[in-house]
């Protein structure tokens, strides 16, 4: 069974960092393309960043494209999404995900086979 466990989420003034983490179990991690979605409250879920199963390759959201990275740790089984010059705006329910079918990047949350439970980030003004 799949697994994927995040961390790291908190309370953080506009214009700080935080490093979110997502732990993988259940199944071999390299396979997968990773995703980061988020969902503020009476919005629908957006996409974030996603990663490629080597690591080369990443796709981000315009809204966050130059202050968001995301990495991997295959022999970690984790997933990190770095967040910097944090704004209100990013405050939101974040989740990783995988996608374990084609290999591609993909954008769509409808793409994406397994969840972890979500991690809270709140951002001050």
């Known amino acids: 069974q799949v697994q994927l466990v995040e961390s790291g989420g908190g309370l953080v003034q506009a214009g700080g960092s935080l490093r979110l983490s997502c732990a993988a179990s259940g199944r071999t991690f390299s396979r997968d393309v990773m995703g980061w979605f988020r969902q503020a409250p009476g919005k629908e879920r957006e996409f974030v960043a996603a990663i490629s199963r080597s690591g080369a390759n990443t796709a981000f959201a315009d809204s966050v494209k130059g202050r968001f990275t995301i990495s991997r740790d295959n022999a970690k089984n984790t997933v990190y999404l770095q967040m910097n010059s944090l704004k209100p705006e990013d405050t939101a329910v974040y989740y990783c995900?995988?996608?374990?079918?084609?290999?591609?990047?993909?954008?769509?949350?409808?793409?994406?086979?397994?969840w972890g439970q979500g991690t809270q980030v709140t951002v001050s003004s």
């Open positions: 995900a995988a996608d374990m079918n084609l290999g591609q990047i993909r954008t769509k949350s409808q793409s994406y086979n397994y």
